[in-house]
Every structure is written in structure tokens, then in C-alpha cells.
């Protein structure tokens, strides 16, 4: 498990705490492998250089595996970079004991006895890295025994989502694990991006670990349970990093075990090598986290930091890190990019909203302080956050901004127009608005106590039209499209839906171009649960598609 940019990750580096990615896995302090007793259907993997391993040199075990149900009684699992040539599998194994002492006794592989797909690459970072999972039939034990017979055996099942609790168990190297006693680790999965695969932080998952069962639910005491991956996949289930990485050991890959793994179980039980052609990756959904980690969301906005046409979505934390999630043009995301790592600088972040008002055919950030300071960062993405030009001072008029939403109500090139309800329900948009200045100011409405309650405001082609409207959300969670919105005043009111209790649980609403329609009218809005949803092609009057980008807590 070794060596330089994982591709779940931003190639900037570790997971430090606090960062996003540690965050979803539910806690600032990553779990840490345990050394416990073991289960008796999981164990070590050795390869040895004669006839009998008994009396052969035995190399060191280089994977885990386990005992899996079969007609024969006599099916193990692991890693696809694990198998091949002449082994022996010792279920319980004690490093105390020699291998003819074994509690369970040991069970010799022969090189025909192992069931791998051929398309799978060993330890490599292409797609094929999805099918590193492979069974063995094993002999039986010196006393003429089944390893079933003898450890019971785990049920497989389909990985139902890249979403999941997990309970890991293998044997890490003795390298790095002396007394060579095995290792658990209770963590939680994501998906892993542009692989059918999944990750999980927990420290101390060495090298050995290679193959090691990942339990959906185990019975301690039998030592058996039902199995929904396995410790490898992209560079053979671990960070491409080298061995002085803190990485190294904290990050595990497994496939996910759908089709072509439950299709390999059975031909490794029927005693079938079948070759099936080329790999198809199935489609891959990326996963952005859990509804933990999104409550955490403190703004959000969208917009075309990339430069590729469509929108991505930029998430500011409550810890100050700021995250980039490239959108796809199709409705999804490519791996989340880190911006800025958790700063208490940009913690006192009142509201945020992005345009193009630079001009640059690719979007900037335009931020509002606590204390009532305006910056403006341009052509964010490729340039990071930078500096950020000043547009009001700390004190100014601008700290009673309550909500700000850039849009194209009046420009006809770049969304240069700046929609403002302030604290006393007056609304105000500027237009021209550009570095260094917040251009001309129109009055929309002059201060009154109805649109203090207009608690979201976000702008978009919701009518099909180059001009944007203006949605609102009001405090009885009632949502509105104001279409036409120009410099002379609001736009025709059209509802979308009524007061409604469940979005009153909406804190932030943003729209962009996520889809392929070429239009910026895809809602996204994050729930107080941290459930984040997508309303793909939201329209004047009614809400497009829903699509849930992040799961409630």
C-alpha cells in the first residue's frame, strides 16, 4: 500500500484535522485501529518456496483473508493483488506459534486453485483497480479437516451504498505490527471519485491488511459475519504516498462488491475460470459526505470558478476552510478541491455570492463580512482565494447586507448585478458592479417589514430567459420567482409553492448551471439536517428534478 496525488483528495496533502474529508467521517479525531483476539474466520496469507510449507521457509504473510460460505466448505477471499502461485492461508493466525501449531490448522492454495478476474492490473491506479478482490480453494487442513468445518464461514453480500458503516479486520505487517495480532477498525465509508470503490480514515491500517474483510455486521463470539468489501482496489487499497507518509497507513480503498464480484463468487464455487472481456465501469455516482459533515456548511454559492462553461459548487466551513466541488456538467461532481485549510480568518463570514464581475468569462467571489467589510476575490479556482480587493470598509453601511445574490438582471454579457436585501427589508440591486466599485445603486423597494422576512435570496434563468429572476424564500418557507427583475423594479410574482413548515428547515439556497440545458437554473439547497439537494431544472412556477447530493444526517 504506497506512493503521490490520491485522487479522493486534493494533491495539497494529508488530511489534516478538521479538513472536510475528516470531517465527514463523522469526527475531528480519526479512528485508530485496535489489536484485538481476532475472528477465526479471518487470517493471514503466506507464500512459500517448496513443496511443504511445514518444513519449507514460509516468507512472512502478506495479506489477510477470509473464510467465505461455499458447497465445498472451502472458499477463502482477498485482495486480486494478493493472489496467484503457492500459498497457505492460516485462519486465527498466531505469530507465537509455528505454523504446525496453529489453533485451527493451516490450508494449503495451489497456483490453479485461485478465481481472479483477468482484466484486474496488479496494484494499479487505473480503472481495472475495481475488481482487486479474489477466492481460493483451499486443501484441507493437515488433519483432513474443511476450514468451514472448522471456522464457520461469512455470508457476502452486495455493497448496498458507497455510503456505509464498516467494521475492517486484518493483519498488518510486522513491520509495523511486532507481535503480528491482528487489527479491527470501526469507520465509515465514502465513495472514492472515478473508481468503483470506496475509503475510509483510520490509522494503522499498515500493509498486511491487504485483503482483510469489511463487515456490514460481525458476531464476536462466532467470529463470522456478512462482508461487503475488502481491503483493495486503487494501488492496491492504499495511498499512493510513500511509507514515511502519515498517509500512508490512514486512508484504505476497497471495491464494491457488486456484479462482477458476485459473479466471480460463483464461478470460484462452481470451479469455473472465465475470462469476461474488457472491464465497463459502471456509472459512478461521487460522493460528497454525509449530513454531518454538511451541517457544518456555513455558505454556499455557485458559479463558473473552473472554466469549463458549467457551474461549481463553493462551500465556506465553520472551521474557515473553504472547498471547491468541480461540477461535471451532468448533474454531478468531480473530487472536492481544498481553496483555503480551516482558518479562523475566514470564520466571521456573514454571506457570500459569486458572478463574473471581473469579465473574465470565469467567476469571482464576492464576500461579506461580520463587520460589515466587502471583498471581492477574483477568477477564483484558478488563483486560489488571493487577496481579495476591498470594497467597503470594516463599519460600513454593508454589515446590515442580510442577504446578497448576484445575477444578470440588467447586464447582458456577464453576471456583473448585485442583489441586496437589507436588515430593514429595503431592496436594492446594483448593476455594474466590478473590482474596486459596487457600480450604480436602483431602490427595488424601500424599507418595509414584509421583505424582512425574506430570508434566502438567490437569482437564475428560472423562465428560460437571458435575464435572470430572483427567488426568494420566506420566512413561512413560502418560495417565489419574481420574473423580469430589471432595474425599474420587481418582476411578475410567480409561486413555486405556499408556506410550507419543511422549508423553513432550508439555511442556504444557491443556484447554478449544473446540468447540461445551458441554463443557470439548478437550485441546490442544504437542509438543517446537512442534507443537500439539487433541484435540477427549476422552472417559473415549480421545481425541476430532485436529486440528493448528500444524505441527512
Known amino acids: ?127 481495472t483497480s475495481d475488481l482487486d478482490y479474489a477466492f481460493a480453494k483451499v486443501s484441507l487442513s493437515p488433519s483432513g479437516k474443511k476450514v468451514q468445518d472448522v471456522v464457520g464461514a461469512n455470508t457476502l453480500a452486495r455493497t448496498p451504498r458507497f455510503d456505509q458503516a464498516v467494521t475492517m479486520v486484518g493483519y498488518p505487517k510486522v513491520k509495523h505490527n511486532p507481535e503480528g495480532h491482528p487489527v479491527r477498525c470501526p469507520a465509515r465509508t465514502s465513495a472514492l471519485p472515478g473508481f468503483n470503490q470506496m475509503w475510509v480514515e483510520c490509522a494503522g491500517m499498515w500493509g498486511g491488511v491487504s485483503g482483510g474483510p469489511w463487515f456490514s455486521k460481525i ?53 469455473q475460470h472465465t475470462d469476461y472481456g474488457p472491464y465497463r465501469q459502471p456509472p459512478l455516482p461521487y460522493s460528497m459526505g454525509d449530513g454531518e459533515l ?9 458559479g463558473n470558478f473552473s472554466g469549463t462553461g458549467h457551474s461549481d459548487l463553493l462551500v465556506i466551513w465553520t472551521d474557515g476552510e473553504v472547498t471547491l466541488y468541480p461540477g461535471d456538467g451532468n448533474g454531478g461532481f468531480g473530487s472536492e478541491r481544498r481553496l483555503l485549510a480551516p482558518d479562523d480568518t475566514w470564520k466571521p463570514i456573514a454571506t457570500i455570492t459569486a458572478g463574473d464581475f471581473a469579465g473574465s468569462n470565469q467567476f469571482d467571489l464576492l464576500v461579506r463580512w461580520d ?29 446590515h447586507a442580510t442577504q446578497i445574490a ?17 436588515s430593514d427589508g429595503e431592496l436594492t440591486l446594483y448593476t455594474n458592479v466590478g473590482a474596486g466599485t459596487l457600480g450604480q445603486e436602483h431602490r427595488l423597494k424601500e424599507p418595509n417589514d414584509t421583505w424582512k422576512d425574506a430570508t434566502l435570496l438567490t ?11 430572483l427567488m426568494v424564500r420566506w420566512s413561512t418557507g413560502e418560495l417565489d420567482n419574481y420574473v423580469g427583475t430589471t432595474t425599474g423594479g420587481l418582476g411578475g410574482q410567480q409561486q413555486i409553492h405556499g408556506p410550507n413548515k419543511t422549508w423553513t428547515h432550508s439555511v442556504i439556497m444557491t443556484t447554478g448551471q449544473y446540468t447540461g440545458d445551458g ?35
Request: glycine share 12%; proline share 3%; hydrophobic share 35%.
Open 1 to 127: 500500500m504506497a506512493s503521490a496525488t490520491d485522487p479522493g483528495r486534493p494533491a495539497s496533502g494529508a488530511a489534516a484535522e478538521g479538513s472536510a474529508a475528516a470531517r465527514s467521517m463523522g469526527a475531528l479525531d480519526m479512528p485508530t485501529a485496535e489489536h484485538f483476539l481476532g475472528a477465526k474466520s479471518v487470517g493471514t496469507v503466506f507464500v512459500y518456496d517448496t513443496k511443504d510449507p511445514t518444513t519449507g521457509q514460509a516468507h512472512a504473510y502478506s495479506c489477510s483473508a477470509s473464510v467465505v460460505d461455499s458447497p465445498g466448505h472451502n472458499l477463502i477471499l482477498t485482495a486480486g493483488h494478493c493472489s496467484g502461485g503457492k500459498a497457505v492461508f492460516v485462519p486465527w493466525y498466531r505469530s507465537e506459534a509455528t505454523l504446525d501449531k496453529q489453533t485451527y490448522g493451516f490450508y494449503k492454495i495451489d497456483n490453479k486453485d485461485w478465481y481472479f478476474d483477468r482484466q484486474y492490473e496488479h496494484n494499479t491506479m487505473k480503472a
Open 219 to 271: 458476531n464476536w463470539e462466532t467470529g463470522t459475519g456478512e462482508i461487503i468489501g475488502n481491503v483493495g482496489g486503487y494501488n492496491g487499497g492504499g495511498m499512493d504516498v510513500g511509507e514515511s507518509d502519515p498517509r500512508y497507513n490512514q486512508i484504505t480503498y476497497s471495491p464494491m462488491h457488486g456484479d462482477h464480484f458476485l459473479r466471480l463468487y460463483a464461478d470460484a464455487k462452481n470451479d
Open 294 to 302: 454538511w451541517k457544518h456548511a456555513k455558505q454556499m454559492t455557485s
Open 371 to 399: 463587520d460589515g467589510r466587502m471583498t471581492l476575490h477574483a477568477d477564483v479556482g484558478s488563483n486560489g482565494l488571493g487577496i481579495g480587493t476591498e470594497m467597503a470598509g470594516s463599519g460600513s453601511i454593508w454589515s
Open 406 to 422: 448576484a445575477g444578470r438582471f440588467n447586464a447582458t454579457t456577464y453576471v456583473t448585478d448585485l442583489m441586496v436585501r437589507w
Open 459 to 469: 437569482a437564475g434563468q428560472f423562465s428560460g430567459n437571458q435575464k435572470w429572476d
Open 519 to 553: 441554463l443557470t437554473n439548478d437550485l441546490v439547497i442544504r437542509w438543517t439536517d446537512g442534507e443537500t439537494t439539487m433541484y435540477q431544472n427549476t422552472r417559473t412556477n415549480n421545481l425541476g428534478s430532485e436529486r440528493t447530493l448528500v444524505p441527512a444526517a
